[in-house]
């Protein structure tokens, strides 16, 4: 009798795609009762204006799918906060997408830009997402090592690391786990590289407003040449404090645009309709003072959290933006970071991830992040937690 070939497997890739260790420690946090400074939840108040039209949106009977890239008033909100904040121009007939979030932009872009046996740069420490979900469509990832403690750019590093193969260079400023925000001198620095090899460059700005001290924010698409090579992902999951109501955009010359919108649609088909109208809200009636105060808000969170760690003995490394730290974790029992994590979450309640989630090589075994976007509550029970345990 003939064998039949074994057909019900999983695919090359999926063994090789495991849960996050971000949230593995959530779920493992939950399980303790623990303070989770793990995952960038963001827990902190929705303004006012934006959960009240989203409760007014669903009461009108915004509750259907919308036009695939977003309905017409948050598009133009978008355009007009990217014209405003980042000095980006973009039509939102064309060049731009509301997203099912930052990730969803991302999973739409690479769809749309890139193939299988491509390469894409990105820099580390990295932000999982974007290495496993190149890796889910079969393009690798080539990690360019920043150096730790300042995470400067090494540009010979970067420049070494193009190959023939490569198509993209992914940027995420302000960065998650590190909170770099890229200088306009290390931006032009990339932008020479990409316009020299016709590279894309795919921005992750979904922190664009944590900036802190005197650190500034620079978008990618503004420098000379790069407009129509840079697809400019945010949302505003962090800004709104709305994680998980799925609402992002991406802005893109309209030439890749098409294909962009037809993988979000086929994917996720639209962002959630009422919240569209209640991100819209949001653009459109808070004033700029919002965003500083927030940023000044986040700079006394981080100054706490910092702080705390440092007298705990787990040397922080100040971060420029984002809401993220990453710690020495030297001190503490366990071979490797994920020891090290489970370890502290069983010694203090306080949950963190292993560094090891953000680099490459073996790297990251003494480094664990933490995030401070938690209520002010929570986030000094934590800090009094480590205070005392540690």
Not at 294 to 307: I, N, P, S, T
Request: net charge negative; with cysteine; charged share 20%.
């Amino acid at each position: 009798m003939r064998t039949v070939e074994n057909r019900l497997r999983l695919s090359e890739v999926a063994p090789g795609l495991v849960q996050s260790e971000i949230r593995a420690m959530s779920v493992e946090c939950e399980r303790v009762g623990g303070i989770n400074l793990a995952q960038g939840v963001c827990d902190t108040g929705v303004p006012e204006a934006v959960a009240a039209r989203a409760a007014q949106a669903i009461a009108e009977g915004y509750n259907i799918y919308t036009r695939l890239d977003g309905i017409a008033p948050l598009r133009l909100a978008i355009a007009e906060k990217l014209a405003r904040h980042n000095g980006i121009t973009s039509d939102p007939e064309g060049e731009i997408l509301v997203a099912s979030g930052a990730t969803g932009a991302f999973y739409a872009a690479c769809m749309a830009l890139l193939d299988p046996g491509d390469e894409v740069i990105l820099f580390e420490p990295f932000y999982g997402y974007h290495l496993n979900t190149l890796a889910a469509m079969r393009v690798r990832a080539v990690s360019v090592p920043l150096a730790t403690g300042n995470w400067a750019l090494d540009v010979d590093a970067l420049r070494s690391a193009v190959t023939p193969r490569t198509r993209a260079i992914v940027i995420n400023s302000p960065s998650n786990p590190c909170g770099k925000v890229f200088s306009r001198s290390e931006l032009e620095a990339v932008a020479a590289l990409a316009l020299e090899h016709d590279l894309f460059a795919i921005t992750d700005e979904i922190y664009e407003y944590f900036v802190y001290g005197g650190a500034r924010h620079v978008s990618m698409a503004t420098l000379p040449g790069m407009a129509e090579r840079t697809i400019t992902m945010s949302g505003l999951s962090k800004t709104f404090s709305i994680t998980g109501w799925r609402v992002g955009y991406l802005a893109a010359d309209r030439k890749w645009m098409g294909a962009i919108g037809y993988f979000h649609d086929l994917t996720y088909v639209c962002a959630p309709s009422p919240f569209q109208h209640a991100a819209a809200a949001g653009l459109v009636s808070l004033p700029d003072s919002f965003y500083t105060r927030m940023a000044h808000e986040y700079q006394v969170k981080r100054d706490l959290l910092c702080g705390v760690l440092a007298e705990a003995g787990l040397t922080p490394s100040i971060p420029d933006g984002a809401y993220y730290v990453l710690a020495d974790a030297t001190a503490l029992s366990g071979a490797t970071a994920r020891e090290k994590a489970r370890n502290l979450l069983r010694q203090t309640g306080v949950a963190s991830v292993a560094g090891t989630a953000f680099f490459s090589n073996g790297r990251g075994d003494n480094l664990l992040r933490f995030c401070f976007a938690k209520r002010d509550e929570d986030l000094q029970r934590a800090c009094a937690a480590l205070r005392s345990a540690l």
